[in-house]
């Protein structure tokens, strides 16, 4: 499903983001004059493995839940991609098809730019390649993070990593209780394991723990956190 512009909320999540907020007036507009709105309902597919790459993409709303499928044919969640940030890109210069898939999570909006368009850019604007090496640095450090904590942290701190994570990119303050914040992504309890590289079953230990502590509280609705200082405390107390 296809509607040409962004709502004002998008349009606000896209130049909102750290990166592209980076970027000149200049480029910016560029960018956005050569781009172009999708929409697509949860659980959409957005992108497959082994498409050729044919467009850079930003998500403006919603998210896109980035995975790959096991041996067995079980889809595994590797991360997803909140509203602001823009991949994709990594393809255009390795010449390689798509690695992973990408599905809608939620009802889901994404600002795409063609690859013809992102090459006409990038010959107008020399600053696209210095931004864009910091964008890939930045992904590196994650991905070198991620890496580090799987192999140094107990699950309880990567668990309480991850929710600050989630609070920092989806939390909506609670209006009847001002200390509390829902993380509005909705995350079944196995996405939210795979993300830690964990069993379902540990993360819902752990999460049991967190709620009798009363750090968070997991409803129908998905998981709010009532004590951010406590969630913290746990990451900063981790050898």
């Known amino acids: 499903m296809h509607e040409p512009i962004l709502t004002i909320e998008e349009r606000e999540a896209i130049n909102s983001g750290r990166w592209f907020s980076s970027l000149s007036p200049s480029l910016r507009h560029d960018i956005l004059r050569c781009s172009y709105v999708k929409r697509y309902k949860d659980g959409a597919l957005i992108a497959a493995r082994g498409d050729p790459p044919e467009e850079w993409i930003a998500c403006a709303r919603g998210a896109v839940r980035?995975?790959?499928?096991?041996?067995s044919g079980k889809q595994?969640?590797?991360?997803?991609?909140?509203?602001?940030?823009?991949?994709?890109?990594?393809?255009?210069?390795?010449?390689?098809?798509?690695?992973?898939?990408?599905?809608?999570?939620?009802d889901t909006t994404i600002l795409c730019v063609a690859r013809g368009d992102f090459k006409k850019i990038l010959a107008q604007h020399v600053e696209l390649y210095e931004a864009l090496l910091r964008l890939h640095a930045r992904?590196?450090?994650?991905?070198?993070?991620?890496?580090?904590?799987?192999?140094?942290?107990?699950?309880?701190?990567?668990?309480a990593k991850q929710l600050l994570h989630l609070v920092r990119s989806y939390g909506v303050p609670s209006l009847a209780h001002g200390e509390e914040i829902r993380i509005s992504l909705q995350l079944a309890q196995e996405e939210l394991a795979q993300l830690l590289g964990a069993s379902r079953q540990r993360v819902n230990q752990e999460l049991k723990s967190m709620e009798r502590e009363d750090i968070i509280r997991i409803e129908p609705a998905g998981l709010v956190v009532c004590d951010r200082p406590a969630l913290m405390r746990i990451t900063e107390s981790t050898p």
Request: net charge negative.
């Open 66 to 71: 980035v995975s790959s499928t096991s041996i």
């Open 76 to 106: 595994i969640t590797l991360t997803y991609v909140e509203p602001g940030i823009w991949f994709g890109d990594v393809a255009f210069f390795d010449g390689e098809q798509r690695t992973h898939d990408a599905y809608a999570h939620g």
């Open 139 to 159: 992904r590196i450090r994650v991905l070198f993070g991620l890496v580090e904590d799987l192999n140094t942290l107990p699950l309880r701190a990567r668990l």
